[in-house]
T-cell receptor, first 114, second 113 residues
Framework: AQSVTQLDSHVSVSEGTPVLLRCNYS??????LFWYVQHPNKGLQLLLK??????LVKGINGFEAEFKKSETSFHLTKPSAHMSDAAEYFC????????????FGQGTELSVKP | DAGVIQSPRHEVTEMGQEVTLRCKPI?????LFWYRQTMMRGLELLIY????????DSGMPEDRFSAKMPNASFSTLKIQPSEPRDSAVYFC???????????FGEGSWLTVV
């Protein structure tokens, strides 16, 4: 079975400082991994995805994530936080015997202080 | 290209009433998903379809919930009778193939009083 664990339910950073949102996954197959972002009262938007190509994946708004098979991790980073980055972030795994469905982490709420 | 379209965006209904949520997936997508989001449980997959056929409905809470996909461009999620604990945001999503990016609608915000 596949699963995903987001290690922090809430992260707070100051504007202009780096962002690190941690995610570990479990999968018996080569997974597809995603990060989605949800702003307050909005739907979910894809930030980036990993599908067995380059292990460092670049997404929108300056975010990137690195797939580390040995650590079963897919952490999301950004060099410099912006106020508009404040949102809920979801790490997601898909593939293998799960058919087309996604398995979501519990989410990490990112707060950005001025 | 239009994204996933959901209606209604907001609905407030009384307990016991029937609720129907609607979804139009992205044209050409073979997979359609219904998710529910609450503060307590986060995002839960309720059911998903492949080529209009329900594949996995193990997430449907109980018999009060039903979902249909009569054709490739339309799906409904029905709750009958509704209860206050059904209050949540219901998301419809679609994707082209398994493992590929899933695109979400803006959600239907349901409040049952």
């Amino acid at each position: 079975a596949q699963s995903v664990t987001q290690l922090d339910s809430h992260v707070s950073v100051s504007e202009g400082t780096p962002v690190l949102l941690r995610c570990n996954y479990s999968s018996s197959y080569s997974p597809s991994l995603f990060w989605y972002v949800q702003h307050p009262n909005k739907g979910l938007q894809l930030l980036l995805k990993y599908t067995s190509a380059a292990t460092l994946v670049k997404g929108i708004n300056g975010f990137e994530a690195e797939f580390k098979k040995s650590e079963t991790s897919f952490h999301l980073t950004k060099p410099s936080a912006h106020m508009s980055d404040a949102a809920e972030y979801f790490c997601v795994v898909s593939g293998g015997n799960q058919g087309g469905k996604l398995i979501f982490g519990q989410g990490t709420e990112l707060s950005v202080k001025p | 290209d239009a994204g996933v379209i959901q209606s209604p965006r907001h609905e407030v209904t009384e307990m016991g009433q029937e609720v129907t949520l609607r979804c139009k997936p992205i044209s050409g997508h073979d997979y359609l998903f219904w998710y529910r989001q609450t503060m307590m449980r986060g995002l839960e997959l309720l059911i998903y379809f492949n080529n209009n056929v329900p594949i996995d409905d193990s997430g449907m809470p109980e018999d009060r919930f039903s979902a249909k996909m009569p054709n490739a461009s339309f799906s409904t999620l029905k709750i009958q009778p509704s209860e206050p604990r059904d209050s949540a945001v219901y998301f419809c999503a679609s994707s082209l193939i398994t493992g590929n990016t899933i695109y979400f609608g803006e959600g239907s915000w349901l409040t049952v009083v």
